[in-house]
């Protein structure tokens, strides 16, 4: 049978590097005890014969899909605050460790995330989660342990195994600045009280106001662009107008930002964003 258009398999491989199948397998996966000289031999004839480990067996053999998801909840989802710099942190280190990753989102009207995640975790499809917090994240983390699921919650605080910004701390820190430049109209554009970032958020800026013996201003929208904008047009076609805005993600100090260039307006904005990004009007 003529074999030259089919494509390697590992015993092309283990003939042409002269060593067992087994050997292959343990040098590609990075594993066993093969020496330098052997290992070298191996991916050498690997690249020559152009083979590509297959994923089905190595999951058949492993039990394991190399492959981690991001859950992210419809509460999440609709809001577009899935923070980019945590995406992109999660994607270098997946690919340092040789793994996938992709993103499992429900649908909007599945509000059971646990019975979303019932299914992704029975098929097998991802040796572990990372889920963007949400307030069914106890239900959820609970099912991922009993199924002995690896998780981790972005947003989340114990008792989960956790990762977090000290949201509180930054916008504290943000309105102190305002207040330090001289500013005490300062309005807060906030996110919803359903979402955990935006109420910490919300803390910090109204514990920095209190201490100043200020009264905080809060108004309370979706965190996205046209939101940021709908609420500086409001505010700033009002007749008392803020001096400084500290609003709640990058999205809606985009959508401030916008509003202030169409009318040619000069006004301090921080919008926070993994940590806080400034822009001055």
């Not at 996938?100 to 040796?127: C, K």
């Not at 572990?128 to 069914?136: E, H, K, P, Q, R």
């Not at 970032?197 to 200020?214: F, I, P, S």
Request: charged share 20%.
């Amino acid at each position: 049978m003529d074999h030259r258009n089919r494509p390697a398999r590992i015993s092309d491989v283990a003939k042409l590097a002269g060593v067992s199948t087994a050997t292959v397998s343990y040098v590609l996966n990075n594993r066993g005890n093969i020496s330098p000289e052997t290992a070298e031999r191996v991916r050498r004839a690997a690249e020559a014969l152009h083979y590509r480990a297959n994923a089905q067996g190595r999951f058949l053999v492993r039990g394991q899909s190399e492959t981690i998801g991001v859950v992210v909840p419809p509460s999440v989802a609709s809001t577009g605050t899935l923070p980019t710099f945590v995406m992109s942190g999660l994607i270098r280190a997946c690919q340092r460790a040789g793994y996938h990753l992709i993103v499992l989102a429900p649908e909007p009207s599945q509000h059971d995330l646990v019975s979303y995640l019932e299914g992704v975790a029975r098929s097998r499809r991802v040796d572990g989660m990372v889920l963007i917090y949400d307030a069914d994240m106890e239900a959820a983390v609970r099912f991922l342990e009993d199924e002995q699921v690896p998780c981790v919650v972005y947003g989340g605080e114990p008792p989960y195994v956790w990762y977090n910004v000290d949201n509180r701390q930054g916008a504290w820190l943000a309105t102190e600045h305002l207040l330090d430049l001289g500013h005490r109209r300062i309005v807060h554009l906030a996110g919803p009280g359903s979402c955990q970032t935006a109420q910490q958020r919300r803390q910090g800026y109204t514990e920095a106001m209190v201490a100043r013996g200020l009264a905080p201003w809060i108004t309370e929208g979706p965190m996205t662009q046209s939101s940021g904008y709908e609420r500086t047009y409001e505010l700033l076609t009002s007749p008392s107008r803020p001096s400084a805005i500290f609003a709640v993600n990058t999205a809606v100090s985009l959508g401030t930002l916008a509003f202030m260039c169409l009318v040619n307006c000069r006004l301090w904005v921080l919008g926070a964003k993994q940590g806080l990004l400034t822009r001055a009007f």
